[in-house]
């Protein structure tokens, strides 16, 4: 072998070892598991069809178990690969502890932080109970298994963290003050995270949508969000779950599916809040029935 060669076979065996060491996202392996929360409908659940088409074994998650044993046998029929499902009520601390705990002790190669629900009116017209709630769900189920997952990640020096914050977290949203806050934290907490985890091999990306959805109703069956918000507005479910898994693969900070909702937010982020307070504010107004 003349030192040229050698040279070369040395640094494709670096690189051989780069790919081993610094391996962000982890192939899909029997034992590994991607989890995904919010996975008995919508956006959640085709994320775990897409992570099940490129090969992935599951835990699946949300608190309707006949919807989640339905689509765990569905995708194990399609695709052969191993899918658990945990029902589990990610606003009570208890069950979301105990399914916190369970993910800490398993092989967790990417971790898909998407159950997330809204309210619509004013906070102080709302139960008290169910903004809880929602806080207990948009925030702490977010933070709490992602930092049930974190840990072995970082040792692996693989994985990656998908979180669906909402373009309603760039701004103030009067009567949806919940859930702008909540998705503020999911949007922030992703990217501040993203920044920390380069160094150690796991990618985090933000899934900050507009509108999305399975199908759009006809007629009088469209809720009033269906109603209010204009159809061109509407991205698929499936097209959601493939470019956001894609941009967790490149690492991307942000992912906005969409033509529309990428200009939309690029806009809310220059205008200044005072002025898109009022403005998003009346419009929310009419979704809260006031
Ligand atoms: N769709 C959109 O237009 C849009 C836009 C921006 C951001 N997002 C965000 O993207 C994520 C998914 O949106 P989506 O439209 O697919 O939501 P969705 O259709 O309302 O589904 C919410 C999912 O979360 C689960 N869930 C609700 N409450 C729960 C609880 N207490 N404990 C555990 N799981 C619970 C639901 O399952 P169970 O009822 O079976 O528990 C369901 O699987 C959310 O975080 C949402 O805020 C969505």
Redesign the pocket.
């Known amino acids: 072998m003349t030192h040229a060669q050698s040279l070369l076979a040395l640094t494709a065996t670096r690189c051989a070892l780069v790919t081993i060491v610094v391996m962000p996202i982890p192939a899909p392996s029997p034992d590994a598991r991607a989890v995904v929360?919010?996975?008995?409908?919508?956006?959640?659940e085709a994320l775990a069809t897409e992570l099940a088409a490129r090969g992935h074994s599951l835990i699946i998650t949300?608190?309707?178990e006949d919807?989640l044993t339905k689509l765990a046998a569905r995708l194990v029929d399609k695709y052969r690969v191993a899918v658990e499902v945990r029902p589990?009520?990610?606003?009570n601390p208890t069950e979301r502890g105990q399914l916190a705990d369970e993910l800490a002790s398993r092989p967790i190669s990417i971790l898909c932080a998407?159950?997330?629900?809204?309210t619509f009116g004013a906070v102080a017209d709302l139960d008290p109970a169910g903004e809880k709630?929602q806080v207990q769900?948009?925030v702490l189920g977010v933070h709490d298994l992602t930092l049930a997952v974190l840990p072995g990640m970082v040792e692996r020096k693989a994985g990656g963290i998908l979180i669906?914050g909402?373009?309603?977290g760039n701004s103030p949203i009067p009567y949806n003050a919940t859930y702008a806050a909540s998705?503020a934290f999911a949007n922030t907490f992703s990217e501040s995270l993203r920044g920390e985890l380069r160094k150690h091999g796991v990618h985090v990306t933000l899934l900050a949508?507009?509108?999305?959805?399975t199908d759009l109703p006809e007629g009088d069956e469209r809720s009033l969000v269906e109603k209010l918000v204009p159809d061109f507005l509407w991205i698929s479910?499936e097209h959601t779950a493939q470019v956001s898994l894609d941009a967790l693969e490149r690492n991307k900070m942000r992912v906005v599916p969409g033509l529309t909702s990428k200009a939309m937010s690029v806009a809310s982020g220059y205008a200044p809040r005072a002025i898109v307070s009022p403005i998003v504010g009346a419009f929310y107004k009419k979704l809260g029935g006031g």
Do not use: E, H, M
């Open positions: 929360t919010g996975a008995s409908q919508n956006i959640g949300a608190r309707r919807l589990a009520d990610l606003a998407n159950a997330g629900t809204a709630a769900l948009n669906s909402s373009a309603a998705k949508p507009g509108p999305v959805r479910t």
